[in-house]
């Protein structure tokens, strides 16, 4: 069976320095999406992509986040100067014809 | 705006009694709601989706849900609890259900714990 899968599963990093949380969707969808919790928290939606362009994103992805598609397969979000409060379990989904989300296992990113 | 609340963050049962977990939305226009499980270490896995059809949703592992827009609920039932299903759920609203660039507004999550 299809599924998302996420790289790596676990992230530690200094503050201040430059992440990228690597996801690849399932194949043949075409909508893709970047979620985060912070611990005890509930999952918050960042970001939605299509047609290798941002659809929607909320207030907490600011300048320091992008996304990109560098190729066919690979959906990447990146941190440009990671903060003590950007420590979350991060989650990509996708989605094809249905409006199903399709979920990761998700990345935990630890910022110290 | 779509909100969610899930009432009772931990839901105790024991095992082949009834799981009984609350959603409760707010919605602006007609919702989808979904419930997701996540197992320890794991993604958030689609339990069952409500998106305009049948009130009563069945999902998967025997769980479903109804709709009623009179009480703006969504709870998530199964008639009898198995110690798998010991993990956590969440009920979420999709913000343009009609289309796949919705995002997904999520509820506080339920850990469900089931006791032999």
Known sequence: EPEVTQTPSHQVTQMGQEVILRCVPISNHLYFYWYRQILGQKVEFLVSFYNNEISEKSEIFDDQFSVERPDGSNFTLKIRSTKLEDSAMYFCASSGDSNEQFFGPGTRLTVL | ?116
């Not at chain 2, 709870?75 to 660039?101: I, R």
């Open chain 2, 1 to 116: 705006a779509q909100s969610v609340t899930q009432l009772g963050s931990h839901v105790s049962v024991s095992e082949g009694a009834l799981v009984l977990l609350r959603c409760n939305y707010s919605s602006s226009v007609p919702p989808y709601l979904f419930w997701y499980v996540q197992y320890p270490n794991q993604g958030l896995q689609l339990l069952l989706k409500y998106t305009s059809a049948a009130t009563l949703v069945k999902g998967i592992n025997g769980f479903e849900a109804e709709f009623k827009k009179s009480e703006t609920s969504f709870h998530l039932t199964k008639p009898s609890a198995h110690m798998s299903d010991a993990a956590e759920y969440f009920c979420a609203v999709s913000t343009d259900g009609s289309s796949n660039t919705g995002k997904l507004i999520f509820g506080q999550g339920t850990t469900l714990q089931v006791k032999p």
